[in-house]
């Protein structure tokens, strides 16, 4: 090829033409795209029809598809063609005398470097014209050759030799400027993502030949040295420790650095509450033998806050709740929560106190407290309690906690009534990962708890009991999502039954175990038919939700499960139904009709949920 028919640019890419070459300075690429989506998507149903400018209206003819789009946002009228209702026709024979080149750039990104152009104008009425655009694209340019390379300390790096061996455009292959775009930003991107902050193209070249339709691509990364973190500095939070703040940081000192770790960080900050507005800068100017430092700078947000929430269950009946938090106690980053819900049949008063650990936000040492009063239909009971855990966070989004929790229980079940005085010793272990708190339609929860006790560390009874449970989201196709859910529970103790307490027996039935059943109206029973709990609970759930837009969705759901002393007594209770859903910022209302299955006389019940269940 020739070198006067090339023109290398030092930034962005280099363009060659081997006859009738473009304008000196003359850039191709992604901005001539014009991103009008909506715009664009409108117009292809009008076929024909561009605007309607009151007395312009300009018809393209030829062309179909995405090029269509892109000729169609290029012609847009401009302002002053139509002033006050009226057509200048001094500036409509300006802008007719523009199409042309207009098309022509709109055209070249999708490989047609050959496009003729021919209007005309009719009139339509007094002071109505019509514009007619008749284009002509030709045949597309063709990809020749394609030479994508690496070069630098990163040229081994898998990732990027995956890129570059699935470059998309291929010999053969219509020019596509978009793609050689996407493509281009993608690997340079991936690049920094690794760490390689100084990646460049060294080579960046499309040869376009008009007479022979054909194009050479040839591009080089050079990657460059890979960077490292290096010291973390924070600006405008002086009433935190430092030792506090950074453990919010998800990366340490010399680790490769990465945008994604600098995004993490700043979502941990924002996340935590403490701070209204959180800026994080690498300073790659400043960097030493390859580390850069960072600058974090925070806006603390009011450490106190008070919250106050409604809603309403058939499980609780109507809900009140109040929450307080100080989230700088000693202004050393402690954290003092009181919470209180009062509901129809369940109120509950309860207070933290956090003492955060160095190295991971979800790492922390807790006093907790809480009296709590319960009154439902098969059991009454009153406790106190106070709990010490250590938690940690285990990776992955795993946290694991040791703990000792004293309580004290008075209940009523049935005709019995249980005293009972506990120190309990358990591990809990759980995980957390939805795409949405609100509204998820993937991820995952799951917990596990054991405890036991013993009458020789002081409690009036023993035991030992394991209870896990958990709920799945699947996205489907078609706007579908399906959840399943499950309970599981088992208690060991050698000692009568009728010495537990009403909080540690299990109970089915109710929104968030088999629908169809009231609330904590299923399990074993005494001999006066009064439902009293089980040692071992078994509950699940199938869910088939589908989206209606935004804010709705419908649903059906088959619950069975039951609570039982043993399996040769376990009686499996079924539910099903459908149901309807509203989300909102503050939690979602839930309203569900559910129907018993495998009963000689089966009934329907009603289960609405109004906010975040309790």
């Not at 809900?319 to 919470?339: I, Q, T, V």
């Not at 399906?482 to 010495?499: H, N, P, V």
């Not at 088999?514 to 109206?521: I, P, T």
């Amino acid at each position: 090829m020739p070198e006067a028919g090339r023109r290398h640019l030092k930034t962005g890419r280099t363009i060659s033409l081997l006859a009738n070459s473009l304008a000196p300075g003359r850039k191709i690429g992604p901005p001539r795209l014009l991103p009008c989506v909506m715009f664009c998507f409108f117009l292809l149903a009008v076929p024909g029809l561009i605007l309607a400018a009151g007395p312009l209206e300009i018809t393209v003819r030829g062309v179909e598809g995405e090029i269509l789009a892109n000729v169609r946002a290029a012609l847009t009228a401009p302002p002053g063609l139509v002033e006050k209702g009226k057509l200048n026709r001094l500036w409509l024979e300006r802008f007719e005398h523009q199409i042309p080149e207009k098309v022509r750039t709109a055209t070249e990104p999708f490989g047609y470097y050959s496009t003729k152009v021919s209007t005309k104008t009719e009139a339509t009425g007094e002071g109505s014209y019509r514009l007619v655009v008749d284009v002509e694209p030709g045949k597309p340019v063709r990809v020749a050759g394609v030479e994508v390379s690496l070069e630098g300390p990163g040229a081994g790096e898998e990732s990027l030799k995956s890129l570059v061996a699935s470059f998309p455009l291929r010999r053969g292959d219509v020019l596509r400027e978009d793609k050689y775009e996407q493509a281009k930003g993608g690997l340079r991107s991936a690049a920094l993502g690794l760490g390689y902050l100084d990646a460049t193209f060294s080579v960046h070249e499309i040869a376009v030949s008009r007479e022979n339709h054909t194009a050479a691509i040839r591009l080089t990364l050079e990657t460059g040295p890979r960077y490292r973190f290096g010291a973390v500095d924070f600006e405008g939070a002086p009433q935190y420790p430092e030792k506090f703040l950074r453990r919010f940081l998800s990366f340490k000192k010399g680790e490769v650095f990465s945008y994604r770790k600098l995004g993490e960080t700043q979502l941990n900050l924002l996340n935590s509450e403490r701070f209204r507005d959180v800026t994080i800068s690498p300073e790659k100017d400043k960097a030493r033998e390859i580390e850069v430092p960072v600058l974090i700078r925070l806006e603390p947000a009011p450490r106190r806050h008070l919250r106050m929430g409604a809603g309403y269950g058939t499980d609780t009946g109507p809900r009140f709740s109040l929450d307080y938090r100080d989230l700088n106690l000693f202004k050393r980053g402690r954290e003092l929560k009181a919470d209180l819900n009062i509901s129809t049949r369940i109120q509950t008063l309860g207070a933290a106190y956090i003492v955060p650990s160095e190295g991971s936000i979800d790492s922390f040492n807790e006093v907790k407290l809480e009296v709590k009063r319960e009154d439902v239909s098969t059991y009454k009971t009153k406790l106190a309690s106070v709990e010490g855990n250590r938690t940690r966070s285990l990776g992955g989004g795993r946290i694991g906690s040791a703990y000792v929790k004293i309580q004290k229980e008075d209940s009523t079940i049935g005709d019995q009534r249980v005293r009972a005085r506990l120190i309990m010793p358990g591990v809990r272990l759980s995980a957390r990962k939805y795409d949405s708190l609100i509204r998820p339609t993937k991820g995952y929860r799951y917990s596990m708890d054991i405890k036991a006790t013993h009458r020789a560390i002081g409690s009036s009874l023993s035991f030992i009991q394991f209870v896990a449970d958990g709920d799945a989201v699947i996205s489907l196709p078609w706007r579908l999502s399906i959840m399943s859910r499950f309970k599981a529970g088992i208690t060991l103790q050698s000692e009568a039954f009728r010495q537990l307490p009403a909080s540690l027996r299990f109970f089915a039935g109710g929104s968030r175990s088999v629908r169809g059943y009231s609330y904590q109206s299923l399990g074993p029973k005494d001999s006066n038919g009064d439902v009293i709990g089980g040692k071992n609970i078994l509950v699940g759930s199938v869910e088939l939700d589908r989206a209606i837009s935004t804010n709705w969705g419908v649903a059906a759901f088959f619950d069975a499960g039951n609570a039982f002393d043993r399996l040769t007594d376990f009686t499996l209770y079924k539910g099903a139904g459908v149901g309807v859903r509203y989300y909102t910022k503050i939690g979602g209302i839930r309203l569900d009709l559910a129907r018993q299955v495998g009963v000689s006389h089966p009934g329907y019940r009603v289960h609405l949920t109004v906010g975040f269940e309790q």
